[in-house]
């Protein structure tokens, strides 16, 4: 069985062809088109003949028996009636709630109260936030056409592929919309941006399939009518990926952004800055963090002109053991999401010295982003305990030196899979399970040749050092908030 899955990321769209008799073949990636991009905007129409377009090069030559389809959590799109979009995707990563979300999260009855009633923080990532923006608006109008559909990417390419207005549950547990008890949309919610269920996809099982429309089928050079599985988010097809390689109890991703997750049997909201959505297989409790790769990137971009790639830049970190003299950095570029959720901090660098060098600024940024990280871990092994193995991935893979800083930092031993589009190999796996149509078959049970897994082991000498940074990270964290 060949399984054709189409991913639009943060950055990018992928397409990959699962054979789940064989180990997959190659990724495709394309880069998201910046011109009909901007800073926390998305042009829909472009990711969708971005993922028609790389998905054509990934089928061609290859019969097709399903397609399975991924996004990101927590975007915003609106359509008129006829389905065009009449505003950008809003991402996560969207600042418009950010003013919103602060003044409301001083208000702890309410924070608390839609933690428990949601699952989810107050902060601007959340599409919720961004609705009521626009509804408090006095000027804007928008949300009053009463014709209006509010979507996300991954409901947007669902109508696309089947023609069905329809959104995977564990898509929408991201949204901020959802009633984690209810499992559905929440009355409440709604009234408070003046909108009605009708106006929203219909919330449909993980596992559901819908044929895929001749126009599609024709574009990609597939057959009309195979099965197309509901838009799933990335980060909870990562987990499953994850799982159904090794006996993983966490997912540590470090890729654009950064994301902890661990599968629970029941949502757990008794830490404040801990998110609980709901997974394909079961509830996800973790947190997130706005600063990564796109960290490193900046870096290389924006303060090194491009004059370096990034292992230019690595080797011009000094070799000598790091001291508490180095400079700490906040990777806060984005705004923030955990452990604090304020979109609106600012990041950047502090205790900068004269004799500081390139390679020391560039090691302050691995060292932060992993220092940001690891403040979601010390919450998330209070609510819910240690984990027993991590599984690590994201960009991070492509450094050996800062996956060793990872084990490290985290006194854990990291296991590293050669899959590094853990994401696509979930989205594989969930669909053919959904092919299999029985609900009493578990992805561990289904047989795939996966990558050679490696274990990197922490050295704790280092751990106990990185620990002495840490709480100097810890010291400028708190000075600005």
Known sequence: MKILVLESSTSSVKAMVYDTKKQHSEVMTQKHDQENSGPGI???????????????????????????????WHSLLLCNADMQPVSPVYLWSNPMAGQLCQKLSKDKAFANAYRNQTGCIVNASYPYFKLRVM???KESKLLEDYTLRIMDQGSYLNWKFTGE????????????????????????????????????????????????????????????????MATNPDGALNQIGAESQEDTAMTLSVGTSGALRMSVEEPNTSEAGLWNYRSPRTWLIGTATSGACNCVDWFKEEFCENRYSYQELE??????????????????????????WNMLRRGGFEAMHHQHRLGDYYYSILEGVLFNLYQGYEMLIRSVGEPKTIQLSGGILNSQM??????????????????????????????????????????????????????????????????????????YYQSHK
């Open 135 to 137: 509804h408090e608006d």
């Open 315 to 340: 080797a011009k970190i000094p070799q000598e053991e790091k001291t508490d003299e180095g400079p700490i950095f906040l990777p806060f570029l984005f705004g923030e999401r955990g452990p604090g």
């Open 402 to 475: 800062w996956m060793q800083m990872c084990s490290d930092i985290f006194g854990q031993s990291m296991i590293i899979n050669d899959t590094k589009d853990m994401s696509m190999l979930g989205a594989a796996k969930w669909a053919e399970k959904s092919l299999l149509d029985s609900d009493e078959i578990d992805p561990q049970e289904i047989n795939y040749e996966s990558g050679k897994a490696n274990i990197i082991v922490p050295n704790m000498e280092h751990h106990h050092q990185y620990m002495v940074r840490y709480n100097i990270y810890l010291k």
């Open 165 to 228: 207005y329809m959104t995977s549950e564990s898509m929408v547990s991201g949204s901020g919309l959802y009633n984690i008890h209810q499992r559905d949309y929440d009355d409440q919610l709604l009234q408070s941006i003046g909108v009605k269920k009708q106006r929203f996809p219909r919330i449909v099982k993980d596992n559901t399939l819908f044929p895929l429309s001749f126009e599609v089928a024709k574009a990609l050079g597939v057959e009309a009518g195979v099965p197309v």
């Open 42 to 72: 998305h042009d829909a129409k472009q990711i969708y003949q971005s993922l028609l377009a790389i998905g054509a090069s990934a089928a061609k030559n290859h019969s097709i028996d399903a397609i399975a389809l991924s996004s990101t």
